[in-house]
């Protein structure tokens, strides 16, 4: 029988990094806490990701509405609360690749692979009590992906998770302002949209 969600788990906010890196090309994790102890990080790539989900979800069944609601909750109110983000949008689909979707626009100042790097911070605090967890992060200069599943039981049932952010909306060049000016205003937001991956 599935657990009853928790509402123990704590989220910590999240401070931005306030140093720029390189580009934060392609980074993935895995990390399976029945495993080990010390919740080793080992690479893995989307592709592998991938197979590994697919096998526990061909061995499990997706948890009940009631624990994908509470997680999408939980992640929600993290994600706002971290401020990495100025729009947060979650809800639930009925695919069992991704149970909980987001799309999210970073916030000013914030470069998808640094709220790539916060969003693995706030998705370890959501998923430090639940049986088994795994995850992947892939971010360019324009995208984050981020997608994670777990288990909430000892009888497997999972749920997964895709997020999708934007960069911050982009500074609109001015004749009025000229184009080194850090007070020109702000090009309307473009509509969060959807990326369908083939």
Known sequence: MASEPSEELAVPPYAAPSTRGAAFAAYSIWTNRQATVLRDHEPMDHASF?????????????????????????????L????????????????????????????????????????E???????????????????????????????????????????????PAVRQASARYGDDRNDAPLAAPVPLRAVERR
């Open 50 to 78: 991938h197979v590994l989900r697919t096998a526990v979800q061909e061995n499990a069944r997706p948890a009940d509405e009631g624990h994908a609601q509470f997680l999408q909750r939980r992640l929600s109110e993290a």
């Open 80 to 119: 706002v609360a971290s401020r990495l983000f100025d729009q947060v949008e979650l809800g639930r689909t009925e695919d069992p690749d991704q149970l909980v979707i987001g799309l999210c626009r970073c916030a000013e100042g914030i470069l998808p692979w640094e709220a790539g790097i916060g969003v």
């Open 121 to 167: 911070r706030v998705w370890s605090s959501i998923a430090a009590e639940v049986p088994w967890e795994s995850h992947t992060l892939a971010c360019t200069d324009s995208l984050m992906e981020f997608e994670g599943a777990v288990t909430i039981d000892s009888s497997g049932h999972f749920i997964t998770v895709r997020l999708l952010a934007e960069p």
